[in-house]
Structure formats: C-alpha cells, structure tokens
Nanobody
Framework: QVQLVESGGGLVQAGGSLRLSCAAS????????MGWFRQAPGKEREFVAA????????AYADSVKGRFTISRDNARTTVYLQMNSLKPEDTAVYYC?????????????????????WGHGTQVTVSS
C-alpha cells in the first residue's frame, strides 16, 4: 500500500516562500517518478513539477519555471517542492503523486494519467 502525506502548506504573502514535503511509504521509492500538481477552486487539477526516480530529470509548468524547484531524497523517501516568489495565482491545494509504473522518463512526467497514487493535498494561500 502506497501512502503519500504532504506537509508545509500555509498562508504567505506575495513574494514569499514555502517548502512543501511529501513523505512516501512503500518500497523501491527510487524506482518511481514523482510529481506535484495543484488545483485551484473551480479549476482542473494541473501539473506543477515532476522529477524522475534518479533525480536526473525534472520538468516544470511554464507558470512556475524559475520560481519553483522540485527535489527528492530517496533515502528519506521524500519529495520536496521549494516555492519562491509566490504569487496570488499560486493559491491552490497542492498534491503529491507517484506514477504507477517504474520510471518512464521525461516524456511522461507531465501526464496526469501516469500518476496512480495521490496524497490528500496541502493548502497554499498567497495573499496580495
């Protein structure tokens, strides 16, 4: 059974920073690509960032590129999302997700249907 537990969300002023963490259970964590997605009220869930199992490759949505950084610590089975220069439009529930199949590489990182396991989410609110 795979469990993903996010933490680190909260309320921050525009321009501020937050660091989200996602602790994963289950073996062979390093074999799986991990991603962060977000969902704002009234909008569909969208891709934010992802990282391959080996950490060699990452992908970012254009809206967060240069501001957010995804990383992982396979020894701690944890993936992180460092969010800097936050904007009000970053306000959303942020979800951590793990792909269902072993690491498939860069071409699959942005595809929401590749992710089989999801956390419950953590709220990020950016005030103007």
């Amino acid at each position: 059974q795979v469990q993903l537990v996010e933490s680190g969300g909260g309320l921050v002023q525009a321009g501020g920073s937050l660091r989200l963490s996602c602790a994963a259970s289950g073996r062979t964590f390093s074999n799986y690509d991990m991603g962060w997605f977000r969902q704002a009220p009234g909008k569909e869930r969208e891709f934010v960032a992802a990282i391959t199992g080996s950490s060699l490759l990452t992908a970012y949505a254009d809206s967060v590129k240069g501001r957010f950084t995804i990383s992982r610590d396979n020894a701690r089975t944890t993936v992180y999302l460092q969010m800097n220069s936050l904007k009000p439009e970053d306000t959303a529930v942020y979800y951590c997700a793990r792909q269902g199949a072993y690491s498939r590489g860069l071409g699959y990182l942005r595809l929401i249907n590749e992710y089989a396991y999801w956390g419950h989410g953590t709220q990020v609110t950016v005030s103007s």
